[in-house]
């Protein structure tokens, strides 16, 4: 399974922007597609996740001013963040699952495939 995420990019803080992820290959059932983000120096978080019945979850961090959508035709998902602050600067990542779960998220790590990862700079 490959992952392709596009959309990061330099914007004012309190703007916009919107994240996809495509996913490609032996796809099969997927279950939660996420996303998660890692800052300069800091360890790689979760930001939320949407699983196969809909159902999204989302970090304290980003409650309120992101919202996960997934186009399951497409195996693509989607993160639209509003309000955005400095504090939000990172290299977003989307994920899947490498097998399949109900659960939102996997307990490591090493359970997701992962994309490349796209940059997201807020400027204040």
């Known amino acids: 399974v490959q992952l392709q995420a596009s959309g990061g990019g330099l914007v004012q803080a309190g703007g916009p922007l919107r994240l996809s992820c495509a996913a490609f290959?032996?796809?099969?059932?997927?279950?939660?597609m996420s996303w998660h983000r890692q800052a300069p120096g800091e360890q790689r978080e979760f930001v939320g996740s949407?699983?196969?019945?809909?159902?999204?979850n989302y970090a304290e961090s980003v409650k309120g001013r992101c919202t996960i959508s997934r186009d399951y035709a497409k195996n693509t998902v989607y993160l639209q963040m509003n309000s955005l602050e400095p504090d939000d600067t990172a290299v977003y990542y989307c994920?899947?699952?490498?097998?399949?779960?109900?659960?939102?998220?996997?307990?490591?790590?090493?359970?997701?495939?992962w994309g490349q990862g796209t940059e997201v700079t807020v400027s204040s």
């Open positions: 949407i699983t196969s019945e809909g159902i999204t």
């Open positions: 290959g032996s796809v099969g059932r997927i279950g939660a």
């Open positions: 994920a899947v699952p490498k097998f399949w779960t109900s659960a939102y998220r996997c307990f490591t790590d090493r359970d997701y495939y």
